[in-house]
């Protein structure tokens, strides 16, 4: 009697608060309607209007060319500034409904379906440990390299074999947390080292001669945001005070910290912090990386979207010539041809500078600090694609980017191998 009632009751009342619950998370989300992405040719005056105005640039490309994510308000500014511009995404919510249904339509995924989908970041994090435990004689799992400024961990996932000690590369990725092709990426290049190494000669070569240490998802609180709350949020999750959040992490690093292309106003999607490595993010992974050991990493690359590119230091300033520009522009066309021969897709090889100047960057922070004296190879790449689908990249490409990508990576092992 009294007990059946209190139970139903009860399920009534729990019932009840989980609907009002989920309805106020979904309310939560941040919604794009009536938003389209234009491409558009800026004046240096025009680019600080809009910029003022707080407008979400998606893309920089080459000759002052903007991708910008704007609304009905925004396109009256335009209209009046004169820009003439082309419209790329003209419905920037029917694309984020469309992977949410694609993301939701999944089952329970085999590990290799795994790649067929997106994962939050719960997921990714089960993946990596996945990894470690199926592959246990050839890896070493580091469960948090540093916590995030929510408390998340940054885990780590170290391929080596032997005893001695061994050249490093390093290679990390989601400082930008609505990059989801960033960490799938990173995820994947793992897996293909890893099942390479009792299948592949070359492949089991290059794990024999180097050490990889992958941090595949640098910004856990922002990736988990862009999953639960806004799926075009670029920082992690500081409070900056008065309803402000974030840091831009790929600008608090300590490499030319405060300059070019970085933004002192915390409201902004470059903002680049208080001081070099205010971020416990940046902060956790840099000291890991110097925790490797002085000089032991020969190469680092740093994986971001998207314009299709593999860039190279310098990223400050056109003056500046690196002592190996030519070896660092070798790499990084090899790189590139070595994606077009798996793909047919054309990346660009450059100069990080040639593209915008910025200063803070972990590439340059690569670079200029973090890398062998004697084996200064540093890039960022920007995966795909070139602004039809921008962030959102349908999850069929997953695949494919994870492909071509792994053959640049065997590119970049090979030649440092050479040339080190």
Same mark, same amino acid.
């Given at each position: 009697?009294?007990?059946?009632?209190? &139970?139903?009751?009860?399920?009534?009342?729990?019932?009840?608060?989980?609907?009002?619950?989920?309805?106020?998370?979904? $309310?939560?989300?941040?919604?794009?309607?009536?938003?389209?992405?234009?491409?558009?040719?800026?004046?240096?005056?025009?680019?600080?209007?809009?910029?003022?105005?707080?407008?979400?640039?998606? =893309?920089?490309?080459?000759?002052?060319?903007?991708?910008?994510?704007?609304?009905?308000?925004?396109?009256?500014?335009?209209? +009046?500034?004169?820009?003439?511009?082309?419209?790329?995404?003209?419905?920037?919510?029917?694309?984020?409904? $469309?992977?949410?249904?694609? %993301? *939701?339509?999944?089952?329970?995924?085999?590990?290799?379906?795994?790649? +067929?989908?997106? /994962?939050?970041?719960? &997921?990714? /994090?089960?993946?990596?440990?996945?990894?470690?435990?199926?592959?246990?004689?050839?890896?070493?799992?580091?469960?948090?390299?540093?916590?995030?400024?929510?408390?998340?961990?940054?885990?780590?996932? /170290?391929? +080596?074999?032997?005893?001695?000690?061994?050249?490093?590369?390093?290679? *990390?990725?989601?400082?930008? $947390?609505?990059?989801?092709? &960033?960490?799938?990426?990173?995820?994947?290049?793992?897996?293909? %080292?890893?099942?390479?190494?009792?299948?592949?000669?070359?492949?089991?070569?290059?794990?024999?001669?180097?050490?990889?240490?992958?941090?595949?998802?640098?910004?856990?609180?922002?990736?988990?945001?862009?999953?639960?709350?806004?799926?075009?949020?670029?920082?992690?999750?500081?409070?900056?005070?008065?309803?402000?959040?974030?840091?831009?992490?790929?600008?608090?690093?300590?490499?030319?910290?405060?300059?070019?292309?970085?933004?002192?106003?915390?409201?902004?999607?470059?903002?680049?912090?208080?001081?070099?490595?205010?971020?416990?993010?940046?902060?956790?992974?840099?000291?890991?990386?110097?925790?490797?050991?002085?000089?032991?990493?020969?190469?680092?690359?740093?994986? /971001?979207?998207?314009?299709?590119?593999?860039?190279?230091?310098?990223?400050?300033?056109?003056?500046?010539?690196?002592?190996?520009?030519? =070896?660092?522009?070798?790499?990084?066309?090899?790189?590139?041809?070595?994606?077009?021969?798996?793909?047919?897709?054309?990346?660009?090889? *450059?100069?990080?500078?040639?593209?915008?100047?910025?200063?803070?960057?972990?590439?340059?922070?690569?670079?200029?600090?973090?890398?062998?004296?004697?084996?200064?190879?540093?890039?960022?790449?920007? %995966?795909?694609?070139?602004?039809?689908?921008?962030?959102?990249?349908?999850?069929?490409? !997953?695949?494919?980017?994870?492909?071509?990508?792994?053959? $640049?990576?065997?590119?970049?092992?090979?030649? !440092?191998?050479?040339?080190?």
């Amino acid at each position: 009697g009294i007990n059946a009632e209190y &139970g139903a009751e009860m399920w009534k009342s729990i019932t009840v608060f989980y609907l009002f619950f989920f309805l106020f998370v979904a $309310a939560e989300r941040v919604r794009y309607d009536g938003h389209s992405v234009i491409r558009a040719t800026l004046t240096p005056e025009q680019f600080t209007k809009l910029e003022n105005a707080g407008l979400d640039f998606w =893309a920089e490309l080459p000759n002052s060319v903007f991708d910008i994510r704007v609304n009905s308000e925004n396109l009256a500014l335009i209209d +009046q500034l004169g820009i003439q511009y082309e419209v790329y995404i003209p419905d920037v919510q029917a694309l984020i409904d $469309a992977e949410e249904a694609s %993301l *939701q339509s999944e089952t329970e995924l085999k590990a290799d379906e795994w790649f +067929q989908s997106y /994962h939050n970041l719960t &997921g990714i /994090h089960a993946y990596i440990r996945s990894l470690n435990t199926q592959y246990s004689s050839i890896t070493k799992y580091v469960a948090n390299i540093g916590s995030s400024i929510l408390g998340n961990p940054i885990p780590a996932l /170290h391929i +080596q074999t032997g005893t001695g000690t061994k050249k490093i590369l390093f290679i *990390q990725s989601g400082q930008h $947390a609505r990059e989801w092709i &960033g960490p799938a990426t990173a995820c994947y290049l793992v897996t293909k %080292l890893l099942e390479g190494y009792t299948s592949d000669t070359k492949i089991r070569e290059l794990i024999d001669t180097f050490n990889f240490v992958f941090v595949p998802l640098v910004n856990p609180d922002g990736y988990a945001y862009t999953w639960t709350n806004d799926r075009l949020w670029r920082k992690n999750r500081r409070n900056n005070g008065g309803g402000v959040y974030g840091v831009d992490l790929n600008r608090n690093w300590d490499a030319k910290w405060g300059g070019a292309g970085s933004s002192g106003t915390p409201s902004s999607d470059t903002y680049r912090g208080t001081k070099a490595f205010s971020e416990p993010e940046t902060t956790a992974v840099s000291n890991y990386f110097k925790s490797l050991g002085t000089g032991a990493v020969y190469g680092a690359l740093d994986i /971001h979207s998207y314009s299709q590119l593999v860039l190279r230091p310098p990223s400050e300033s056109t003056t500046i010539v690196p002592p190996n520009a030519a =070896a660092l522009k070798a790499l990084g066309d090899a790189m590139r041809d070595a994606i077009f021969a798996i793909s047919r897709v054309q990346y660009t090889s *450059q100069r990080s500078v040639d593209l915008y100047p910025t200063t803070g960057s972990g590439e340059a922070w690569f670079y200029d600090k973090g890398v062998n004296s004697n084996s200064r190879y540093s890039y960022t790449f920007e %995966l795909r694609d070139t602004g039809r689908y921008g962030f959102v990249l349908p999850k069929e490409q !997953i695949l494919p980017t994870g492909a071509e990508i792994f053959n $640049a990576l065997l590119t970049f092992a090979t030649y !440092i191998k050479s040339n080190s």
